[in-house]
């Protein structure tokens, strides 16, 4: 049942602020459809001429079907060729690439949406779905650069430019270094960084808990979604800020939600809510995930969470590493009784 429908009031959720981090996927080739399309050309062109007396003439239509298979194979590759040379990050030793800041957008009272120019007005960024991008910075009187990871909040197939959402963090390098940026500065990047390779309908059901910024890789995999009329993936958004101000993106999950109210719900759970306040309040609670996830007996379904250190802590158990998911450790998840493969954290 999607979302269980008997929404109960949220349990008291406290929420923190979260310092970020991120992962990668890696797309696919079209060689193997032209490739396929040749070969069913060359099958059919060999039962038509191995009927009655055209035998003699097999091997002229195989030879042929072989060769128009050999030029669709090429033309395929040329094509994707092409697709990849448009891709600004193109991962492997390619290294950090500089993007200019073309312009600054206020947010809210600690956030801003920051968008860099690729270095070709024809480029895509060349993230997959789900990947980030690192930044670097190195001030003056570091020892050391800063290197942050950051999922944009572009859309994958938007030519010229990416955009970011950067919250400023107290005492964050990199965060107060992009605040401080001047459109027509220049800042380092790298990428992509793989992280859940998503394909269509992967998954029946997906849920996000998300904490603060930790909400820019779940709009990714959830603009992918959307974006895609052939995906009919239902989703299920459990999202916990300080204030209703820091709730990011939320025009965005409520034109979802108003478009596809039987595949997008979204719960929001705040520390300090206003008066009159609706959502949740306080901690992201057991009670509120019983309540509003998928069930973990339901058929292939994914939970993802991204968040600060204390949400994965109490909601799925600590990220021992990049390559290393850890275990959901006593958790809420595990308690609810979801195992590690449908756990994913950012």
């Given at each position: 049942?999607?979302?269980?429908?008997?929404?109960?009031?949220?349990?008291?959720?406290?929420?923190?602020?979260?310092?970020?981090?991120?992962?990668?996927?890696?797309?696919?080739?079209?060689?193997?459809?032209?490739?396929?399309?040749?070969?069913?050309?060359?099958?059919?062109?060999?039962?038509?001429?191995?009927?009655?007396?055209?035998?003699?003439?097999?091997?002229?239509?195989?030879?042929?079907?072989?060769?128009?298979?050999?030029?669709?194979?090429?033309?395929?590759?040329?094509?994707?060729?092409?697709?990849?040379?448009?891709?600004?990050?193109?991962?492997?030793?390619?290294?950090?690439?500089?993007?200019?800041?073309?312009?600054?957008?206020?947010?809210?009272?600690?956030?801003?949406?920051?968008?860099?120019?690729?270095?070709?007005?024809?480029?895509?960024?060349?993230?997959?779905?789900?990947?980030?991008?690192?930044?670097?910075?190195?001030?003056?009187?570091?020892?050391?650069?800063?290197?942050?990871?950051?999922?944009?909040?572009?859309?994958?197939?938007?030519?010229?430019?990416?955009?970011?959402?950067?919250?400023?963090?107290?005492?964050?390098?990199?965060?107060?270094?992009?605040?401080?940026?001047?459109?027509?500065?220049?800042?380092?990047f790298k990428g992509p960084i793989p992280k859940y390779p998503w394909t269509p309908n992967k998954h029946i059901h997906i849920a996000l808990i998300a904490g603060g910024t930790g909400i820019t890789p779940m709009?990714?995999?959830?603009?992918?979604?959307?974006?895609?009329?052939?995906?009919?993936?239902?989703?299920?958004?459990?999202?916990?800020?300080?204030?209703?101000?820091?709730?990011?993106?939320?025009?965005?999950?409520?034109?979802?939600?108003?478009?596809?109210?039987?595949?997008?719900?979204?719960?929001?759970?705040?520390?300090?809510?206003?008066?009159?306040?609706?959502?949740?309040?306080?901690?992201?609670?057991?009670e509120l995930l019983k309540t509003v996830l998928p069930e973990p007996k339901e058929e292939n379904i994914k939970v993802f969470v991204c968040g600060p250190p204390g949400m994965y802590k109490a909601i799925s158990?600590?990220?021992?590493?990049?390559?290393d998911q850890g275990e959901l450790d006593g958790s809420v998840l595990e308690q609810l009784g979801y195992s590690k493969d449908q756990v994913y954290k950012f």
């Amino acid at each position: 049942m999607f979302a269980r429908q008997a929404f109960r009031a949220a349990q008291p959720l406290r929420t923190q602020t979260r310092r970020y981090a991120t992962e990668p996927s890696s797309g696919g080739s079209n060689t193997l459809l032209y490739a396929g399309a040749a070969a069913l050309l060359a099958g059919g062109g060999y039962y038509y001429y191995s009927q009655g007396d055209n035998a003699a003439k097999v091997k002229g239509a195989a030879k042929d079907a072989e060769a128009k298979a050999k030029n669709a194979v090429a033309a395929g590759k040329a094509k994707l060729e092409g697709i990849s040379a448009k891709s600004a990050f193109k991962g492997g030793d390619q290294g950090f690439i500089s993007l200019k800041l073309e312009s600054v957008e206020d947010v809210n009272h600690n956030t801003k949406k920051f968008r860099f120019a690729l270095p070709e007005n024809d480029q895509v960024s060349g993230l997959a779905i789900a990947s980030a991008i690192l930044t670097k910075f190195k001030g003056p009187d570091m020892d050391k650069p800063a290197i942050r990871p950051y999922t944009p909040v572009s859309d994958e197939d938007e030519k010229g430019f990416l955009d970011l959402l950067v919250k400023k963090y107290p005492n964050g390098p990199m965060s107060t270094h992009i605040h401080d940026m001047q459109p027509g500065q220049s800042l380092d990047f790298k990428g992509p960084i793989p992280k859940y390779p998503w394909t269509p309908n992967k998954h029946i059901h997906i849920a996000l808990i998300a904490g603060g910024t930790g909400i820019t890789p779940m709009y990714q995999v959830v603009r992918a979604i959307f974006n895609n009329p052939d995906d009919k993936t239902k989703v299920t958004l459990v999202f916990a800020n300080v204030t209703e101000e820091d709730i990011l993106l939320k025009k965005e999950f409520d034109h979802l939600e108003n478009t596809y109210p039987q595949r997008f719900r979204a719960f929001y759970v705040l520390d300090n809510p206003p008066k009159g306040w609706k959502g949740g309040k306080g901690f992201v609670s057991k009670e509120l995930l019983k309540t509003v996830l998928p069930e973990p007996k339901e058929e292939n379904i994914k939970v993802f969470v991204c968040g600060p250190p204390g949400m994965y802590k109490a909601i799925s158990g600590v990220k021992k590493s990049p390559s290393d998911q850890g275990e959901l450790d006593g958790s809420v998840l595990e308690q609810l009784g979801y195992s590690k493969d449908q756990v994913y954290k950012f």
